[in-house]
């Protein structure tokens, strides 16, 4: 087994007033060529929006992109005639394929949209452009992981990649691992509240720790955490 550790104090940071972004990634202003991806992860932005403020229409292609809000609700619009909002407990994901536009908007005037965007890029170039979103109850199911992208399985999201995202929220210390899907795939371990431990490495919020060569993750997770798995081929 072969690791990477990002602790979040290393990332990368642009604050524009109404958008204050963490890079676990090279992006926009932020480059460190020791940090282009994790296999086909390309991106991972730990986005603040003020309230009111967003992204204008912009193009994309040849990506998967999913969108968690943590905290808010994001209006949404796109070239496919999708109008609508993302709520926290959704996760959306486009996949931008031969081109579309859309835009990103807080829906609230006075509080912070959190959210993660997510770059994956795809198996597939140039496929027709779609859309996707679904609710997820993780306290419903604390303590176990629930897979909510994936190529092959039909309660998740499609994804025109092989790659797996699965989520866990903990109300007690928990001993569990992460198996992986595919022996070619390797694992990017993202805490997005409390700590998580996996051999050596003792990780605190935002941190993340990239895995492979593995076929299974054993790890601790403390109580009230929420931990995001994803799972991505390393070629």
Do not use: C
Request: proline fraction near 3%; aromatic fraction near 10%.
């Amino acid at each position: 087994m072969k690791t990477i550790l990002h602790q979040s104090n290393n990332r990368g940071h642009s604050n524009f007033g109404w958008l204050d972004s963490y890079h676990s990634f090279s992006f926009g202003r932020y480059y460190d060529p020791q940090r282009m991806g994790f296999g086909v992860l390309r991106v991972l932005n730990d986005d603040h929006v003020t309230g009111g403020a967003g992204f204008g229409t912009h193009p994309h292609d040849n990506m998967e992109i999913v969108s968690i809000p943590l905290w808010g609700n994001m209006a949404h619009k796109d070239s496919t005639g999708t109008n609508g909002v993302i709520k926290t407990g959704d996760v959306q994901i486009m996949s931008a394929g031969s081109g579309i536009t859309h835009s990103e908007f807080n829906l609230s005037k006075d509080k912070d949209l959190k959210f993660l965007q997510i770059w994956v890029m795809p198996k597939e170039r140039n496929i027709k452009p779609r859309y996707a979103q679904q609710s997820y109850d993780l306290n419903y199911n604390l303590n176990q992981w629930q897979t909510v992208v994936a190529p092959d399985e039909e309660q998740a999201l499609w994804i025109n990649q092989d790659a797996y995202f699965t989520m866990i929220k903990t109300d007690r210390v928990l001993q569990t691992s992460y198996r992986l899907k595919q022996a070619a795939n390797g694992v990017y371990l993202f805490v997005i509240e409390g700590m998580l431990k996996v051999k050596e490495h003792q990780l605190k919020q935002r941190d993340a720790l990239g895995v492979y060569e593995a076929e299974e993750v054993e790890m601790e997770i403390s109580k009230d955490a929420y931990i995001l798995a994803i799972e991505v081929p390393m070629g």
